[in-house]
């Protein structure tokens, strides 16, 4: 932030708190460069100083002063929102994330922009340069892009401050402007001492690119009550997740109900078949290159369980005692909440 007082371009909107202005920047430069956008910027504002002159315009006169800067669903988006505020929020912005994000066009980035440049509240932001420095400043390996994105957001609101948050996050933004580039300025860069790729002179390899087209994969988990304990079972010693433990269950196989697989697996991993079975809860994991989006069914069965050094009926308690997958984590979290 101390950096960014000092080095940061003079923009126009940089000289306003108003969330109006500051809502119509931050728009325009989703779409273009901050050299394009200032011309265009000033242009409107001039045109349409609050953000009841652009509810009272004509879709018309909001698309020609918008001619130019493409994608004109989101000038229309920007109409209807300041219909709506005008409406509904007594002429001016929200402050509230959840009225904001209710606006046509307010996606996260939008709503956190407003609130944090102008509203000073602590809501951290991604755009692809935050998202470039994050990723160098912590080396991480991940593809995932939605991976990618809690760890960001994690790591943001780990190093937000209390206060001057109106700063922090243009700060990040700038310093991905201005200095951490594609081609990285590292000797004149303010975090340098902190930054594991600098350290590691591996500034190129971040961030990692995302995988797209992750393959998914449909599975069924039982979840085996014993009083308070759960049956669990050891995976294999080799291959993925190997040695941890989980909750019975398997892939649902095509052209399978879930109920189908669930009975199926449990037949064919523990010997056993199911009397009923009621679903809980269906949980989405990611690994690094697929997607197991996991259907969770509370059993009730028939036959003897296997109890060995693989099978056992573990308490919640000592649940610390037995590494288990990520996903299998997530269930309990979800079961053991409710
Ligand atoms: Fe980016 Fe280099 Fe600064 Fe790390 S040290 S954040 S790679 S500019």
Redesign the pocket.
Known sequence: MNWYKKSARDLPWRHTRDPYKIWISEVMLQQTTVATVIPYWNEWIKKFPTVNDVAQAKEQEILSQWQGLGYYSRAKNIHKAAKIIVQNFEHSMPKNPNALEKLPGFGPYTVGAVLSIAFDQRVPIIDANIK??VA??LAFEDHVESRQKIKILAFLDSVMPTQGNNIFNQAMME?GAL???KD???EI????NY?L??KEKK?GD?PKPKIKNIKEIDAVVAILKNKEKFYLQKRPSKGLLADMWELPGGKIEPAETPLKALRRELKEELGIGVIKAHFLFKITHFYTSFRVKLHVFECETEGKLNLDKKHRWISPKDFAKYPMPAGTVKIFQKLLQT
């Open positions: 470039r420095v160098r400043i310093l200095v951490c580039k990285p300025l590292c860069c303010p975090v340098k930054c790729a600098y500034q971040f």
